[in-house]
């Protein structure tokens, strides 16, 4: 017996619904840490650069999200503090960055040294893969070294050229140019398998 259109076609976006949440599941979830200059003060969260950076990636055939876990006005302690929520089960890459607000609240350079590597060393224990940004004066490569991280310099998280009217926070342009400074991070971290069809 023939299937009525209504009943087929019911049928037909039930499949699309289940295949397109399972290709959704299967996608490598990476979460941006940080504080406003992840979450994209100034620009919204659409035009930061975690945003700017799954577009790079799924224009290339990624199938990827990147979660953008940034607060403005959050310290590194803040971070390590909810670092569970913010990266949850099922999280492959985390980039992490920030800093300048522990420096404006007082916090020592050793202070936010140990901030940070508990956070890679809570993130290792998890068999997460980390992104590092470097900041202030710190030897930053060595910690990402100690805890198996890519380290990245500050000078490509954030872009000094392109401040907003605070001249502080990086405008939507400076953004997409860390996305485009962090995409060929990203790549080489992405196993060829994680690319989506038209990879």
Known sequence: MMLSYRLASALLLACTLVFAGHARAESTRVVALGDSNTAGYGVGREAAFPAQL??????????????????????????????????????QIVLVQGGYNDLRRGSSADAIAANVEAILARLRARQIRAVLCGFYEQPWDAIARRYGAVFVSSSACYDANSRGSDGLHMTAAGHRIVAGRLLPVLQRMLAPGRRGPNG
């Open 54 to 91: 799954e577009a790079m990636l799924r224009a290339r055939a990624y199938d990827v999200q990147v979660v953008n876990a940034g607060i403005s006005g959050d310290t590194t302690r803040g971070m390590l503090g909810r670092l569970d929520a913010a990266v949850p089960p099922g999280t």
